[in-house]
């Protein structure tokens, strides 16, 4: 069963989905028309889909009545940024709304009167269609006629006129000729085809050998389950090191170190966080073999077995990776006592996704005691994934972990 709004914009009607799971088949096309039919479905212009996509607040999906893919429609982007504000409530600022639709980046805004307000892509092209100057927005061609008196201009009765109007197609025209030019027109279709076949086959194989040089050189280490599970030797350094800006860093004689190809992701959560008024500091990361035999050391000299339950023994801590950072608050301080009743917490549940992290160990995991301070980077591809489908990480066949791996720094 399909969940779903019908909304309407300036006359233009449609079927909103909230489709974050992806649990909409947008290749049935059968599905699609019978949704949209108005006699025998819903009835609708197209079917929006709203979706997750790091950095914007959501994706637009815009699929047309017959189920094919639309291109960007101005009516739609205003109703599911109205879905999304008033009925999922995810837009964090009503007055700076980002998403991402076919033709790139838009921009929205809720005014004050509950009207939106979308800006569109710029006209990339002007031109003629139809024995009429068209322009193109976005993906979108648009005719434009002068009239004298608009009120009285039967602007449905001539709009639904204009399609039929455009010439035929370079396929179309030779189809119209004589045998002999019908006969030339498939063989080149056929060689063309051929060819194009070719192509992908090649492309295919440049890309599997892409991938495999890749994958050769991505650390398999950096997606494995580490705490009592695998054992990391005591010779393993991650390939690179960089120092985490000690603007960040809670005590500032402090120097921390994190993986350089995780620095970025690190450094833009953070300024995120900032600019969301969050008091999020670092106060641990990187880790050696060493280093964490100490610790682990004077953990248990203080706290005896009971250590156990909340510090890994050197080798299988996330740590040594330097994928991972300990944080805090200057109100929580070292003792990360109450860390989890920050708004900084709550804050870093809904968007460290977007950022590559995950927190490793969450309320009822069963390695360690919950630890709401302890953050992994696994790359934004499986982060999303574990937080659209509420899954915690070291509850995920390592098999389908490992399949993320390619693609953890992209």
Not at 391 to 407: E, S, T
């Amino acid at each position: 069963m399909t969940k779903f709004h019908k909304y309407h914009g300036a006359g233009n009607d449609f079927i909103i989905v909230d489709n974050r799971d992806k649990s909409f088949d947008i290749k049935d096309a059968d599905n699609i028309k019978l949704l949209c039919h108005r006699r025998f479905g819903v009835g609708a212009d197209g079917i929006i889909l709203l979706e997750n996509q790091p950095d914007y607040d959501f994706q637009m999906v815009f699929i047309n009545n017959d189920g094919s893919m639309g291109s960007m429609c101005g009516n739609g982007g205003r109703c599911i940024v109205h879905f999304a504000h008033y009925i999922l409530k995810i837009i964090k600022d009503p007055k700076n709304i980002n998403f991402i639709a076919v033709d790139g980046a838009h921009k929205a805004e809720i005014l004050k009167n509950g009207e939106i307000k979308l800006k569109m892509q710029d006209i990339s092209k002007v031109g003629e269609r139809n024995n009429l100057p068209f322009v193109l927005c976005g993906t979108t061609p648009h005719n434009i006629m002068f009239v004298e008196n608009l009120k009285e201009f039967p602007v449905v009765e001539k709009g639904r006129k204009i399609p039929w109007s455009e010439k035929k197609t370079v396929e179309e025209d030779l189809k119209a000729k004589t045998e002999e030019n019908v006969y030339i027109f498939s063989k080149l279709t056929a060689e063309q085809q051929k060819n194009l076949s070719f192509e992908n086959q090649i492309k295919d194989i440049t890309s599997q050998v892409g991938t495999l040089d890749k994958l050769s050189k991505t650390d398999k280490e950096l997606l494995q389950k580490y705490s009592k599970v695998y054992f990391l030797n005591e010779n393993y350094v991650p390939e690179s090191l960089a120092p985490v800006p000690n603007e960040f860093i809670y005590e500032k004689d402090k120097q921390i170190q994190i993986h350089t190809k995780v620095l970025s992701n690190l450094t833009d959560l953070l300024r995120s966080a900032q600019n969301n008024s969050m008091d999020l500091k670092i106060i641990s990361g990187f880790r050696s073999f060493g280093e964490q035999s100490v610790l682990k050391g004077a953990y248990t000299v203080s706290f005896g077995s009971d250590a156990n339950k909340f510090s890994a023994d050197q080798g299988y801590s996330e740590h040594q990776l330097g994928t991972t950072v300990d944080f805090t608050t200057a109100s929580v301080g070292a003792t990360f006592s109450g860390f989890s009743k920050t708004k900084e917490y709550e804050w870093l549940l809904q968007n460290a996704y977007k950022y590559g992290f995950i927190i490793s160990y969450p309320e009822g995991n069963a390695y360690y005691q919950f630890e709401p301070w302890h953050f992994r980077f696994v790359g934004k591809q499986l982060a999303e994934r574990l937080y659209v489908e509420k899954q915690n990480f070291y509850d995920l066949d390592q098999r389908k972990i490992d399949a993320y791996l390619i693609n953890i720094f992209d």
